[in-house]
């Protein structure tokens, strides 16, 4: 069975700080990976995805299929950036079937 | 990228009572999507809803509970039956973006509808 987990509930870093966001999913077929992030009183929305290679807003996220892992990484922590993360994997090419994981609460102080 | 507009934004409903939530869509959508997000947990796909057939429902879902309604390619419904208190949670309509030149799509996820089940 699919699965996805994201071990902090909670994540709190200073400004201009690193961050990594843990992102580890279990799947037996080719996994698609997505960090969607929703800031307060937004929506829902694509932060990016592991096939796109891409980075947004400084974040990027490598796929690791050795360790099934699907870090976010921001080398500098901005304000910004606090949020809500959560991991999605799709199953297969099936479009919109997406398993989230339970999220992970940002928070960079000043 | 489609924008999604839902209601009610929020309720507050009594245990055994029904309510349908709706979701129109700028743009004509093949499918739609329906999510729940139960207070401190996931996003969980409900079902997916296409036009012109019966939608599709995840393992734990079932129709009498949740039944949908797709009459059009620009809107649908959800309604939530006979409602307890464990049916509060934080309802989502979504569909499917344009992908880029990687041929992959997203979500575009509405603003959700807030229920709470007393």
């Not at chain 1, 699907?70 to 991991?87: G, I, N, R, T, V």
């Not at chain 2, 209601?7 to 709706?22: A, E, H, N, V």
């Not at chain 2, 129109?24 to 999510?35: G, R």
Request: net charge positive.
């Amino acid at each position: 069975a699919q699965r996805v987990t994201q071990p902090e509930k909670l994540l709190s870093v200073f400004k201009g700080a690193p961050v990594e966001l843990k992102c580890n999913y279990s799947y037996s077929g080719s996994p698609e990976l997505f960090w969607y992030v929703q800031y307060s009183r937004q929506r829902l929305q694509l932060l990016l995805r592991h096939i796109s290679r891409e980075s947004i807003k400084g974040f990027t996220a490598d796929l690791n299929k050795g360790e099934t892992s699907f870090h976010l990484k921001k080398p500098f922590a901005q304000e910004e950036d606090s949020a809500m993360y959560y991991c999605a994997l799709r199953r297969g090419s099936t479009l919109g079937r997406l398993y989230f994981g339970r999220g992970t609460q940002l928070t960079v102080w000043p | 990228s489609a924008v999604i507009s839902q209601k009610p934004s929020r309720d507050i409903c009594q245990r055994g009572t029904s309510l349908t939530i709706q979701c129109q869509v700028d743009s004509q959508v093949t499918m739609m999507f329906w999510y729940r997000q139960q207070p401190g947990q996931s996003l969980t796909l409900i079902a997916t809803a296409n036009q012109g057939s019966e939608a599709t429902y995840e393992s734990g879902f079932v129709i009498d509970k949740f039944p949908i309604s797709r009459p059009n390619l620009t809107f649908s419904t959800l309604t939530v039956s006979n409602m307890s208190p464990e049916d509060s949670s934080i309802y989502l309509c979504s569909v499917g973006s344009s992908g880029d030149d990687s041929g992959a799509n997203v979500l575009t996820f509405g603003a959700g509808s807030r229920l709470t089940v007393l």
